[in-house]
């Protein structure tokens, strides 16, 4: 475990690590995880070699080895694919243990909380987060509080029951359900979790630019196409690839290509790209209108001298037959990354020979019958 | 690559590695792939070391590294829980890309018939083994003919189409879906990979034992639990320890415990415990009567002072339930593996303090509705 500062992001103040933060309380300000010596490090030499799970990077993480013991994730595939005359490189986030990316920062946030003693945790969410939170909770032996939309999918629901979480559905919009789960956390059953706002789960997530570090070589690559809502991959992957450049492995950073969902594209708003007319129904993964964290994520995007696309409908359906005749059984979610790359080589924004990184984010088994009516 | 032979086990015939052969056609002789001078190889310096996948392991398997280029198979992980003054390892082979163990030979057997220039494969299956030959054959461009029988489910049916296979529902037994398939072939529609016969399925197999050593080291491990009924896992996971025992990486080899379901116990039969009276239906993956290498599996259980157990649909039952409340999203033939513990403890045949890997072999994603009314 490195030593780091929770630091509020709005006026920099910095909150004791031995106490569960999700925001600072005073200013509202997001929080992160800043390590005091990252600079002095060789990437190389705080590896654990001797572990091929994501204890090798444990001490690039705000998380003791020994709280990792039980923590089963392993690299996830990276396969290499010739399209339309560019190196397109898959990364299988969606093989992890719950079945999607979100696995990584539930992992680092629940061992947190485990390191602190606490028993009980909530978050809010409908789907991929949810069952993330709850996966970890039963490994490490404390209790899940979920609080999700009364009109979430039957099988989501059933799935949190079966892994053990209390379920809590809640009439009204998506803002009426994280209202209800913070207010759960005042009450005091536990502290929150939720994935918008809490920095270990970028932590989490930042691991998947180590990965792929050792994997191609982050400096081989041009760009990374990233599914965009909340922010919480962009920004784990934008933060684990600028602590690679702090330790000297890399000399700059690699692009960050956003994907969002038409009429909830807030980060290509904000970047001047328009918003999308239609609203996404198959995007399911990416439907927030107002992600805590949108000014990192502008920064992120403009830092990497990046951009963002959304993605409608239509365009989705069309991605995710694509990739399933590749055999990538994804969600629809993140069949936006596909569409994304056609659009980025239209416009030339990627280049002939480009090496880029596609993340695919999602299982499709969960939703089997779903995907096969769109595909067959 | 290491140089190998393909050699009949029934008569010690050897035929040309240029070729696809699945059995010895003259005597109906099981086929292994024998390697000339494993005994001289140090597992250690064999290792593709650059590389976290499977590539690790390509100078010990029949294939080209370079035909693996594509292959997304990374180390599944390895979680350490104490049950009952046991150490159990649970590996976790359901997270492989299509949900089984079965990804790991298909893949090789897929490879190799890349390799050899085939652009057709005919397999016959009613589940995992089918899914992950389909997948294998969509990421290597090749053409999946599937033979299952008519009333396979209805999700595994849409599931192997939406991978891009031709599927022939065959009505009759699972003999007459064979004989179907093995028929196809004969007419020169492709060439038969079927599982339980071809030997490069085993090749797959093994690498479970070559991870397992490198994550806790053979030597450390007492016995290993394993789920058997077409004998692939069983005979991979010895053919591994035995090449490992050749290198000299370890004494002696682990004691095996196969498990079976009742009614369908063929193996435990031939070693004079029984069959079991209830038919299973739970364990769907392991309903098979007849395996053909059912003298080399006695054999394995023999050689490693191992044993052999049935479980009734019950006792899946209340093992599946304790296999999720842990976070182990498991299909119900999976869950024969605890019961089998719990049976081998009771009885003492495996002593406290033990270190006892337990192989979780398929993905109950795919059946989500089956489990939950099954564990809620």
């Known amino acids: 475990m490195v030593k780091y500062d929770i630091k509020c992001l ?12 999700w925001k600072h309380e005073e200013d509202n300000g ?89 028993k009980s945790i909530i978050e809010d ?15 490490y032996g404390m209790q899940a509080n979920i609080f999700i939309p009364k009109d979430a999918p039957e099988g989501k629901k059933r799935m949190l029951k079966a892994l053990g979480a209390n379920v809590y559905e809640v009439e009204g919009s998506r803002e009426k359900v994280n209202y209800e789960a913070r207010e759960y956390e005042r009450k005091g059953y536990g502290v929150y979790v939720g994935h918008w706002w809490n920095p270990f789960f970028i ?15 982050i400096s081989n690559v041009d760009a990374i196409i990233v599914p965009t809502s909340s922010g919480g991959l962009l920004l784990g992957i934008y933060k684990g690839v600028v602590e ?14 956003a994907v969002q969902a038409s009429g909830y594209a807030r980060l290509c708003y ?15 993964g990416l439907r927030i209108n107002n992600p805590p964290r949108i000014g990192e994520m502008v920064l992120a995007v403009k830092e990497t001298k990046g951009t963002c696309y ?56 969960k939703m089997l019958d779903k995907i096969l009516s769109l595909i067959t």
């Open 10 to 21: 709005r006026c920099g103040t910095k909150l004791p690590s031995k106490k569960w933060f």
């Open 30 to 118: 997001t929080l992160t995880i800043a390590y005091k010596d990252v600079e002095s490090y060789r990437f190389k030499d705080v590896l654990n070699t001797e572990f091929i799970d994501i204890r090798r990077y444990a001490n690039l993480l705000p998380i003791r080895l020994k709280t990792l013991n039980m923590a089963p994730i392993s690299p996830t595939p990276i396969v290499k694919r010739r399209i339309r005359g560019v190196n397109a490189f898959f990364k299988l986030e969606y093989l992890l243990p719950s079945g999607s990316f979100k696995d990584r920062g539930a992992l680092i946030s629940i061992a947190k909380v485990k390191e602190l003693r606490i």
């Open 125 to 139: 969410s409908s789907g991929n987060a949810g069952i993330a939170f709850t996966l970890f909770s039963s490994i």
């Open 203 to 217: 932590e989490g997530i930042k691991t998947i630019a180590f990965e792929l570090h050792e994997q191609i070589g």
């Open 244 to 257: 690679l450049k702090k330790m000297g492995e890399i000399p700059k950073l690699p692009r960050l290509i």
């Open 270 to 284: 904000e970047l001047g790209y328009g918003m999308g007319v239609e609203y996404s129904k198959l995007a399911d």
């Open 310 to 365: 959304y993605v409608t409908d239509d365009e989705i359906k069309k991605s995710l037959k694509k990739l399933w005749s590749m055999g990538f059984t994804v969600e629809p979610t993140s069949a936006v990354t596909f569409s994304a790359l056609l659009k980025a080589l239209s416009e030339r924004v990627i280049e002939k020979e480009s090496n880029v990184v596609i993340v695919l984010t999602g299982s499709g088994l």
